[in-house]
């Protein structure tokens, strides 16, 4: 009797610590305003290839997962204030941000280029744009890359990436300096069918990581799970659904 006390009591630990362990679920930050890489749905869903990696990972560290939205100006500081665990957002690893948050190995790269009117003759040298207007998001690597690079220029940085398409088409804006690939997919759009790439890239080496706070031990978690979604094919499913090239 003593020996079944023991082995139920064993049992009911062993379960209770599964049940626990299944149980965990841990919140990933997403600013939920950058197609095709986040937004929401009609329904307020949030979709996009990041929300699509981070399950994946979730999926591979065998933990439920939940999406928290933010503003993309403080994104970083929500992070830090334990609003979410990790940020899968587009960001772009930079030596300022590894200043307030660590970073897990890219999960995808990166590039920086213009777009402008078709029917216009746009130069993508600082000699040739001044005079000009150009656009980026605020806080993001085109941004700071304009301010950098683009003295003279008139640079005008916005909230989110959809209000700097908008002040495009509107004439507000003679060009727009963001990611490739967010490019790639506005231009498909019926408002950017009127707009081309301009120029070859300006940035190539832009590598985008997931964000954790500080020292936390879930980086080393998120590598292995990233390095399990390349290898069993899972990350090419995902890719391939967004883009007819790879851009791991």
């Known amino acids: 009797m003593q020996n079944y006390k023991k082995v139920f009591l064993a049992a009911a630990v062993t ?18 305003a950058y197609p095709p890489f986040n937004n929401k749905d009609a ?23 939940t999406v928290v ?8 500081p929500a992070l830090n204030a334990k609003k979410f665990d990790f940020l899968i957002s587009s960001m772009s690893i930079t030596d300022e941000r590894k200043q307030a948050v660590d970073f897990t190995d890219p999960y995808y790269s990166n590039k920086l280029q213009f777009i402008a009117p078709k029917n216009v003759d746009f130069k993508t040298d600082k000699a040739s744009l001044q005079g000009k207007v150009i656009g980026a998001q605020r806080a993001t690597l085109a941004g700071t890359w304009l301010e950098d690079n683009m003295d003279g220029v008139e640079v005008k940085l916005y909230d989110t990436q959809e209000n700097a398409y908008l002040d495009l088409i509107s004439g507000r804006l003679d060009g ?10 506005w231009l498909k759009s019926d408002a950017g069918r009127a707009y081309d790439f301009k120029g070859d890239p300006v940035e190539e080496s832009d590598k985008i990581g997931i964000a954790v706070r500080k020292n936390d031990p879930i980086r080393v978690k998120l590598n292995t799970a990233l390095k399990e979604i390349v ?17 791991y």
């Not at 727009?176 to 997919?185: G, P, S």
């Not at 094919?233 to 851009?247: A, E, M």
Request: charged share 25%; aromatic share 12%; with cysteine.
């Open 15 to 32: 379960l209770a610590f599964s049940a626990g362990a299944m149980a965990e679920t841990l919140k990933m930050g997403i600013e939920a």
């Open 43 to 65: 329904s307020g869903n949030v979709v996009g290839f990041d929300k699509e990696i981070g399950d994946a990972l979730c999926a591979k560290m065998k933990v439920e997962c």
């Open 69 to 76: 939205t933010s503003d993309w100006d403080g994104i970083i």
């Open 176 to 185: 727009i300096l963001a990611d490739k690939y967010v490019n790639y997919e």
């Open 231 to 247: 290898a069993d094919g899972t990350y090419k499913k995902i890719n391939d659904k967004y883009f007819p090239f790879s851009i």
